[in-house]
């Protein structure tokens, strides 16, 4: 297909002036007069009970209209197990977790309350570990049993235990696969809990007008879910609530369910439907809002001889914290991916979510494959190192391919899921793989590489849908409005792009509606997965065919033929045969008017939409099922200069070759894969969240938290591969996550190399590194 | 004394911001940033951490660059306070717009007061300046690739 008007061109964001000089609104952005102001009181242990709290000497403060307690709702929330009360309901299960909400008309006075609203506690046992959950140290959910599933087949939890959910893979004949196995090795990694540290800190406000019309300004990537939950949790008919978004400053993942929405409404409700407005600090967006999961797996991987895999066994077990959340949800998704991008036969996986007494998780980039991934390749090193086989060659020979099928037992097809082989190839030369994986520079200086696959799809429920309108203005130029939350990835200037194409227009002349209006804005499912140019794309393509055949419609009339031998391009609609046989857009878009005045047609209006096909849940026992339509397959690479006198060690370079489909806007597509390598490396190196022995957690800022900053990110290479996914945009697929998958993996191989030790952890700082040589030196 | 006085007697302050006079009325623990936001409608300056460790809030002072949530609204009083929306169409920010230097765009006023102040500064600056300039602002979406290249287009001008 020639795609030369505006896909595959770097077109810069449509909103990038307005980021550019503080003129872009986000949600923290909005103020006005009577607007009150809410502050959470937020628990200091991680596991308590509740024995009382005096709200008393708060209310006193003089602006001080409310302080909202559990009480005020007691039931309990949850995207897919109903576990969590979004205020705490007679006890505590994290540190941080919302006790109180103050209401009042100042900040200032709100935070001073806040202060004298006296918890009472009494403290129990800490689940401070996956360890100790297993060991049942205390329990954090005795009524397991009787909490709600919002899907059904998706939740096998084991009540009596910390365990809310356990997803089963069952492939092939492990009997047979470990006899044609003739080297085994079994590895064990443990990857801690770590925050999203969006730059915008999680926010909400809301008020319900006098006819009971509630409206919910937030931050987040699901409008629509939370206008669903809202109604849902509230019993309010669904017209009775509108969830408005404007530009988001950052989510990967982290905004996606419902928390500080149900909160606000809430504090809102308390005073009478007058607006609210509640900021999260830093620190309670580290401590009281979700934060991305922590893993422990073990990896048994066997192999013939030769390299070939023949059987997995793998177990993970996902720290979910307090609640599940996502939780459940990614625990089923690294199942469903547990292999890696690899074609094996025999597959035996257990993935349990287990309850802890660390904060809640909710979806983060990658929905959990940046840990599971962890997992399959530093045991696909040591396998390589086991079997003295390369180990970029290890995976080349058992790199996933059209014909082989996936863990669910999905067949694959060059569409779905594309070039795994090529991205290595590509990588290789990239990071320069043959110089050698550890190469000693200087006296006590070693320069070494790791590499690591990867692959994703989405976990999309079978009904997720997109919309797309399209309305034209008088000159010709049209607005685009869609139901996908702009998050910094650039993806109104991507469907724009797409729109353009279609209509081979010029895209200054097409308007993005950049904030989502529940009530105006057609639904989509929610801004996640790396699915949302894929789906809204779909939609804006069908709105686009329904747009040509209405300019058509009325073109044909006015040049006098059939709208058959009519095309659409440049702003004008004309004759295939004659292009100088045209009328132009703004001449019929709104109606065509004869030089006697009367008129035909009327405004065209577009409309499109999606939904997914041919998506199945996964069986209980075996795991068969269709999770997502595609996957989106890669390479990565990491080099790191080692000092083996301290440990201390720079990322020099990284790599990553992704098969994208088609790279939309590749400026974009580099910024977006790079973006993602560098949370990953940050997530390798250092990032993590650190609990004291009683589960408080000890590093929630940023003074504390290290973020990598400008300057220590190394030399980025990024390639991308291109194999058309059949049914996507112009053959894109969704790689917005997919660049910090295989870093932390990629990282721990470099430095297992260099230091020549194995490093089956993060963060690998260079004490941890130091711990381990000499683990295995004494 | 005669501003003090005043500032005692009716909590009214003048400040001078992006070169207009402006008068505020303040408690003396108000946050410049907050002043800003809430009552000027400056809302460039983001808050990231009120805790001076992302950057986001950055603006100049007499040209420097500070963290807004590092000062307070009094102690502005003086000096001339530039925020991101003091600057219009300048080379810099054309650099960030074509090089894509920022993605959901939250931190983004502080990168490019920042940079801005360094290139007016350090007009010849060097990669081990622009780094420890630089690293005083956090970006949680780019890769900073992007950022060092906007940074350096516009002092390789120089």
Redesign the interface.
Known sequence: METTLAVGKSIPKKESWDKVTGAAKYNTDFNEPGLLHAWLVTSLYSHAIIKSIDKTKALEIPGVLSVVTGDSMPRLTGPVLEDRPPLAIGRVRYFGEPIAIVVADSLTRAKEAAGLVYVEYQPLPTVNSVKEALEEKSLLHEQLATYRHQKANEIFSLPGTNIANHIKIRKGNMTRGWAESEVVVDSVVKLPQSVHAAMEPRNARAEIKPDGKVIIHTSTQGPYDVKKDLSYYFNLEESKIVVLVPLVGGGFGGKTTSQLEILTLLASKAVHGRPVKLVESREQDFTSSPGHLGLEARVKLGATREGLLKAIEITCFVNTGAYTDSGTKMTRAMAADCTGPYNIEHVHGDAYCVYTNHTYVTAFRSFGRLSHTFAIERAMDKLAFALGIDPLELRLKNAIKPGHFTPTAVRLNSSNIGNLSACLERLKKLINWNEGIRIVTAHNKVRAKGISCLWKTSSSPPNATAGAIITFNRDGTLNLNVGAVEIGMGIKTALAQILSEKLQMDINKINVVMEVNTETSPKHWKTVASMTGFMVGNAVLDAAEDVIKQLCRTAAVVLRCPPEVLQVGGGRVFMKADPDIFVEFKNIVCGYEYPDGSSIGGEIIGRGNFIMHHLLPMDPETGRGRLGPAWAVGAQAVEVELDMLDYNYKILKAATVIDAGKVLNPKNARGVTMGGMCMGLGYGCREANLYDSGGVRINPQFRTYHLIRFGENPEYLVDFVETPQVDAPYGMRGIGEHGIIGMPAALANALSAAAQVNLDFTPLTPEAIWQAKKEVMS | MLETQKYVETGLLELVVNGEKRSVMV?P?DLLLDVL??QL???????????G??G?CTILVDGWPIKSCLMLAVEAVGHEIT???G??GTPL?QA???E?A????????GF?INCQALANIHPQAD?AI??EW??S????????????KAILSVISKN
């Open positions: 408690r623990a936001r809430d409608g400056l809302t460039g300056a983001k808050p990231g951490c009120k805790n460790d992302c986001a925020t991101v929306e600057l219009n920010q960030f717009v074509s894509f920022f993605q959901c765009g939250y931190c983004t006023s490019i990669e622009i780094r630089l690293q602002n956090l970006c949680r979406c780019t890769g900073y690739e992007e950022i060092g």
